[in-house]
C-alpha cells in the first residue's frame, strides 16, 4: 500500500487516554475553523496520534501541479490518483509530508496548492484512495485525533468522539490572512470560492459536538475538545481530580 504512518518514538508521555487506547477523534469542519491547531494541541495533551487529512490531498495536488498535470481535468487526475506514494507522519508535534520520499511539508501550503486542490478534492477516485490509506492510518498505530471534512461522516463514521468545529466567516478570513499575509477580504473571497467546492465532499455527523470557535481561544477550543475525549474514556477532568 502506498502509505506509511510514523509516530516518532520521542513524541511525548503518554497520558491517560494514550495512543494504545485505540480512541479516535474526528474533527471536522470549514477552513480556517482552526482544525489542525485544535486538533494537533488536543492531541498532544491526550498522547494520541494526529492526522491532517487535507495535507494528503494538498500532496497529491503538489504532484500533479509539478508534473503539469491540468487539475481541471476529473479523468486525468483520477488516473494518476494511485501513482505517487504519499506518506505522512502522525507526530502532532512536528507533522510532516512526503510524496516519493520528497518531504513537502512546507510546499503544500502555497497558494498555487491552495487554489488547485478542491478540483483535485472533488474527484471520486481521489477520493476513494486516500480515504483508503487514511482509515488504513487510523487502524494501525493506535489512538489519534484526525481532521478533515468527512472524518465523522465517511472515513471513520464509528469515531467514539466526533467534533465539528466552526467559526464565522470573517473570523475564519481573518485568522487566514494573518497567516498568509494577504488582505482579510480577498481572503474571504477565496475562501467562500473554496467552501462552495468543498461542500459535496463536507458534512456534520449528526452525533458530532459543534464548537463555534469564533469568541473562544485556541487553548479553550483543545481544553473542549480533551474533556469531551476524557469523558468518553472515562477519565476525570484533572480539575475535577483535584477536588
Ligand atoms: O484542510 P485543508 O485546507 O488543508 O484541505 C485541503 C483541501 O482538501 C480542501 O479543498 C478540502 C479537501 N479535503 C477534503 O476534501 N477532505 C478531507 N478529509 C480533508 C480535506
Known amino acids: 500500500m502506498n502509505v506509511s504512518a510514523d509516530l516518532d518514538s520521542d513524541t ?4 491517560e487516554t494514550g495512543s494504545d487506547s485505540g480512541l479516535i477523534v474526528a474533527v471536522d469542519g470549514p477552513s480556517g475553523a482552526g482544525k489542525s491547531s485544535a486538533s494537533r494541541g488536543a492531541a498532544i495533551e491526550l498522547g494520541l496520534r494526529y492526522l491532517d487529512t487535507g495535507s494528503m490531498y494538498r500532496a497529491l495536488t503538489w504532484w500533479l501541479l509539478d508534473r503539469g498535470v491540468e487539475v481541471s481535468d476529473a479523468g486525468a487526475v483520477g488516473a494518476l490518483a494511485a501513482a505517487p506514494r504519499i506518506e505522512v507522519g502522525t507526530d502532532p508535534r512536528a507533522p510532516w509530508v512526503r510524496v516519493d520520499g520528497t518531504d ?3 510546499v503544500i501550503r502555497t497558494r498555487e496548492v491552495t487554489d488547485a486542490v478542491s478540483a483535485v478534492a472533488a474527484v471520486p477516485r481521489v477520493r476513494a484512495h486516500l480515504i483508503a490509506q487514511q482509515r488504513d492510518i487510523i487502524a494501525h498505530g493506535g489512538g489519534i485525533v ?3 471534512r468527512d472524518i465523522g461522516t465517511v472515513v471513520a463514521p464509528d469515531a467514539p468522539v466526533k467534533v465539528y ?7 475564519r478570513a481573518s ?3 494573518a497567516e498568509t499575509h494577504r488582505s482579510p477580504a480577498a481572503t474571504e473571497i ?3 470560492r473554496r467552501d462552495r467546492l468543498d461542500t459535496a465532499q463536507s458534512g456534520k455527523a449528526a452525533d458530532a459536538v459543534e464548537i463555534d470557535s469564533t469568541r473562544l481561544s485556541l487553548d479553550q477550543v483543545i481544553d473542549i475538545i480533551v474533556q469531551l475525549a476524557r469523558e468518553y474514556s472515562g477519565v476525570p477532568h484533572p480539575r475535577q481530580q483535584s477536588r
Open 12 to 15: 511525548g508521555e503518554e497520558s
Open 104 to 106: 513537502i511539508t512546507s
Open 146 to 148: 484526525a481532521e478533515g
Open 165 to 171: 468545529l466552526t467559526a464565522e466567516g470573517a473570523e
Open 175 to 177: 485568522r487566514r490572512a
Open 190 to 192: 477565496d475562501q467562500d
